[in-house]
């Protein structure tokens, strides 16, 4: 099992191979925008196939989609936090431990 920091090094191998592909097409590499709009593409396809999956509309192979596009939005995620310079693994825990914080006390 892989832990965050070598999926986050795996994204960012993906990451530099996207930005030398859109060079070599004459393209620009791809900022912090481009990324976010390309998650914010990629949580629709999710939304998409999660709909499918509860039968709310039409789709078809939603099993095999909904890893890949789960895995997609995570790839995004993991990029967008490198590009800002976010500690994931980090910030994750602290928000973790607040929500659990909020709960208790509720």
């Not at 920091?5 to 859109?22: G, T």
């Not at 709009?37 to 192979?61: S, T």
Request: aromatic share 6%; glycine share 6%.
């Amino acid at each position: 099992m892989s832990d965050l920091k070598e999926l986050a090094a795996r994204a960012q191998e993906i990451r530099e191979r996207y930005n030398e592909l859109n060079v070599k097409d004459g393209r620009s590499k791809w900022g912090g925008k481009e990324y976010a709009m390309g998650f914010v593409a990629d949580v629709g396809e999710l939304l998409e196939i999660i709909m499918a999956k509860e039968n709310l509309r039409r789709g078809e192979n939603v099993d095999t989609r909904l890893p890949h596009e789960l895995a997609d939005c995570l790839w995004s995620v993991l990029v967008l936090a490198d590009h800002y310079g976010i500690d994931l693994e980090k910030e994750f825990l602290k928000t973790m431990d607040a929500l659990e914080q909020r709960i208790a006390a509720a």
